[in-house]
C-alpha cells in the first residue's frame, strides 16, 4: 500500500511511526496510533516471521492498519533503508532485550544525528539500565508478571500457585504506557525540536499498577495475600456468584445504600440484626454475616444470571454476568456502540470480525482500513517511497536484505 492510497483521519494524520517490535508490548502501541490515522511502518526480521503471526487471527488485529516491510536492519544496506526511513519518521519503537540497539552500534544519539526530532521508546523487559545481568535477559508477559510482583498478588489462595493474568496482561498494558508515553514525547518534540528517548522496563510497568498492595509491602512491610474472587480476605461473600443457570455474575456491594437496597430486596430490612447502619459486610458480623450470604446464595441459585443483574442494576446495586463470548455478540448494548467492527484481513483474504477500535473519537474518528500485512506486503511500496528504483529492490531481495515469502 502506497502512503497516499492510506485514508486520511484521526488526530494522528502526518505522524509517521517505524516500529521494529515483534509480539505484542511494542508493536500494540503502535496499532493504536494507525487507528487514530498515524502512517506506520512494522519491520520484521528477515530471518524469521514475527510468531505472534501464528497465534490465530492475533495479528490481524494487533496489527491492522500497519504497513510492513521484512527487512536485516543489522546489515550495512539494511541500515541504510533504516535510517532512510528514520530520518522521515516522528516516532521509533523498538522492543528487544535491553542494550540491544546499542549493540548493534544504533544509539540514541546515532539516531538523533540522522533526525534530531526522533522520539525512541526502548520497550523491554528489564529497562536499558541497571545490572547487567537483567537487563540483557529476555522477557516476555509472563515474566514482566514475576518480576513485577504482580503475580504474587493474583491466583486463589495458598496452597495454589501465583497467576498470571491473560491475555498478555502485562504486554498489553506495556503498551498502554508507550502509547501514552510517546505521544507526550511527541508533543514536546514538536514545539522544541529536540527529540526523545524513552526507557520502558515491562516490570515496572506492572509494579506501578498495583495501588495500595504494593504501598503496603513497601512501607508497612505486609505481602498482599492471593484472594482468587474475595475482594479482601475480610469480606463475608465472594463477589463472584455462580446463578441458576450456571453462568455467572460479579458483584459490586459497597456503601450504606447500597446495602440498604439490597437488604430490602432480600427480604432482610426487618431484621433486627441489620438495623445499624453499615457499608460492608464482614466476616467478623458474626449472624448478620451469615443471613446475608445465605440469602445472596438464595437469590442468584433462583435466577438466571442475566435476571439476578438485571434486577440489581433496578435498584442501583452494581452487577454484571461475567460475559462470554457469545453473549458479547448477541449483546444489545454491545450491538448499539458497534463495539465490534469487521475488516478485510490480507492473510486469510476473508472478512473478519473483532474488536473496534477503542476509544471512540467524537470530532476525528478512529478508522479500521485494513488487517494485519502479510510477511513483507509493502516491500516495494515503502522502498518505492524512499527513492529505491525497481533494480535495487530487486538487488535488496537477492541478498535477503528485504524477503516476502518464507
Not at 98 to 115: I, M, S
Not at 123 to 130: E, P, R
Not at 181 to 189: M, N, W
Not at 199 to 214: K, P, S
Request: hydrophobic residues 40%.
Amino acid at each position: 500500500m502506497k502512503r497516499k492510497e492510506i485514508p486520511q483521519f484521526g488526530n494522528l494524520h502526518g505522524v509517521k511511526v517505524l516500529s521494529t517490535g515483534t509480539n505484542i508490548a511494542g508493536p500494540f502501541a503502535s496499532t493504536l496510533l494507525a487507528e487514530q490515522g498515524a502512517d506506520v511502518i512494522q519491520i520484521e526480521s528477515t530471518l524469521m516471521p514475527d510468531m505472534l503471526r501464528r497465534q490465530g487471527d492475533t495479528w490481524t488485529v494487533e496489527h491492522r492498519n500497519n504497513r510492513t516491510m521484512a527487512l536485516n536492519i543489522v546489515s550495512e544496506e539494511g541500515r541504510e533503508v533504516l535510517f532512510k526511513l528514520i530520518k522521515e519518521s516522528h516516532i521509533l519503537i523498538e522492543s528487544s532485550k535491553g542494550g540491544t540497539w546499542e549493540k548493534w552500534g544504533l544509539t540514541d544519539e546515532a539516531l538523533w544525528q540522522v533526525n534530531p526530532q526522533l522520539v525512541i521508546a526502548h520497550v523491554s523487559g528489564f529497562g536499558q539500565t541497571g545490572e547487567q545481568e537483567y537487563v540483557s535477559r529476555a522477557s516476555f508477559d509472563t515474566i514482566g508478571q514475576a518480576f513485577s510482583g504482580y503475580m504474587a498478588i493474583n491466583g486463589m489462595p495458598d496452597p495454589a500457585p501465583p497467576y498470571a493474568a491473560k491475555p498478555y496482561t502485562c504486554d498489553y498494558v506495556t503498551a498502554l504506557f508507550t502509547a501514552w508515553s510517546i505521544t507526550a514525547a511527541l508533543f514536546r518534540a514538536w514545539n522544541t525540536g529536540i527529540g526523545e528517548s524513552i526507557d520502558i522496563a515491562q516490570f515496572e510497568v506492572m509494579a506501578r499498577i498495583q495501588a495500595n498492595a504494593l504501598m503496603d509491602g513497601l512501607n508497612h512491610g505486609k505481602q498482599a495475600p492471593r484472594l482468587g474472587s474475595y475482594g479482601t480476605p475480610l469480606v463475608a461473600l465472594a463477589n463472584v456468584q455462580q446463578c441458576g443457570d450456571g453462568n455467572w455474575v460479579v458483584t459490586g456491594f459497597g456503601g450504606q445504600g447500597v446495602f440498604k437496597r439490597v437488604e430490602e430486596l432480600w427480604g432482610l430490612a426487618d431484621d433486627p440484626d441489620f438495623a445499624e447502619p453499615h457499608g460492608t459486610m464482614q466476616k467478623s458480623d458474626g449472624v448478620r454475616a451469615e443471613k446475608f450470604v445465605k440469602a445472596a446464595q438464595e437469590f442468584f441459585q433462583s435466577h438466571r444470571a442475566e435476571e439476578a443483574a438485571d434486577i440489581l442494576n433496578k435498584i442501583q446495586v452494581p452487577c454484571s454476568v461475567i460475559m462470554t463470548y457469545e453473549m458479547m455478540s448477541k449483546n444489545s448494548h454491545y450491538q448499539a456502540r458497534n463495539t465490534f467492527a469487521e475488516w478485510y484481513d490480507p492473510n486469510t483474504g476473508k472478512v473478519v470480525k473483532g474488536i473496534n477500535t477503542i476509544p471512540k473519537f467524537k470530532n476525528n474518528p478512529s478508522q479500521i482500513f485494513r488487517g494485519g500485512p502479510t510477511y513483507g506486503m509493502d516491500n516495494e511500496d515503502v522502498l518505492t517511497e524512499l527513492g529505491y528504483s525497481e533494480d535495487q529492490v530487486s538487488e535488496l531481495y537477492a541478498k535477503e536484505i528485504i524477503r516476502k515469502k518464507w
